[in-house]
């Protein structure tokens, strides 16, 4: 099983909301990231956890808060969200931190009001 | 460091060749290959780990030469699903960073 899911597939929030992404994985992969991709634009990294420790946070805002419950799913606390924070959010997920493939989820369709 | 790409887009006729490009202004050690399609997830290709690696994939394959910091990847008698945006990600201290995208139409 090489799947990694995401849920929800498209979320409309407004900017006072709290919402959260998930992301679930059975792989037994023990590096997770999240990455936010613009249209027409390459994935931008936000934040890695290895072995359930955030490892990188690539100075996302603090609008933005993940967490690592276990070693297979990987959440996206979202607060306070700004317009500009509409994007296709994605996970992925690898066998370690390394030069490891990763494998994507399909993605959350974020778009702010 | 964000690797350049190119060209930027591709449109060829099916049963044609393409060849993608990246190249980085600091020393790679390793290049890896995705492919995403509209509206869908990147979708991993293939990774090379070493100087002068050559991979295949079906009709796909790609070369990493270490000392001109630079990866091509090779698209033969291309078909029709192999439409979509192609990004190669270079990895640095433990990250990895995507190009630009080369994207590639194949028409009937």
């Known amino acids: 099983d090489t799947e990694v899911t995401q849920t929800p597939k498209h979320l409309v929030m407004g900017m006072t909301n709290k919402k959260s992404l998930k992301c679930e994985q059975h792989?037994?992969?023990?590096?997770m990231y999240w990455y936010k991709q613009k249209a027409k634009k390459p994935p931008e990294l936000m934040f890695v956890y290895s072995y359930e420790k955030l490892s990188i946070n690539e100075s996302v805002p603090s609008r933005f808060s993940p967490e690592c419950p276990n070693s297979s799913l990987l959440n996206l606390h979202l607060h306070a969200l700004q317009p500009e924070d509409s994007a296709l959010y994605l996970c992925?997920?690898?066998?370690?931190?390394?030069?490891?493939?990763?494998?994507f989820g399909p993605g959350t369709r974020l778009t702010v009001t | 460091q964000q690797p350049v790409q190119s060209p930027q887009a591709v449109i060829l006729r099916e049963g044609e060749d393409a060849v993608i490009n990246c190249s980085s202004s600091k020393a790679l050690y390793s290049v890896h290959w995705y492919r995403q399609k509209h509206g869908e997830a990147p979708v991993f290709l293939m990774i090379?780990?070493?100087?002068?690696e050559q991979k295949g994939h079906e009709k796909i394959s790609a070369s990493f030469n270490e000392k001109k910091q630079q990866s091509s990847l090779y698209l033969t008698a291309s078909q029709l699903s192999y439409s979509g945006t192609y990004f190669c990600g270079t990895q640095g201290a433990q990250k990895l960073v995507f190009g630009q995208g080369t994207r590639l139409t194949i028409n009937p």
């Open positions: 992925a997920s690898s066998q370690g931190r390394g030069s490891n493939e990763q494998y």
């Open positions: 090379l780990l070493k100087g002068g």
């Open positions: 792989m037994g992969h023990r590096a």
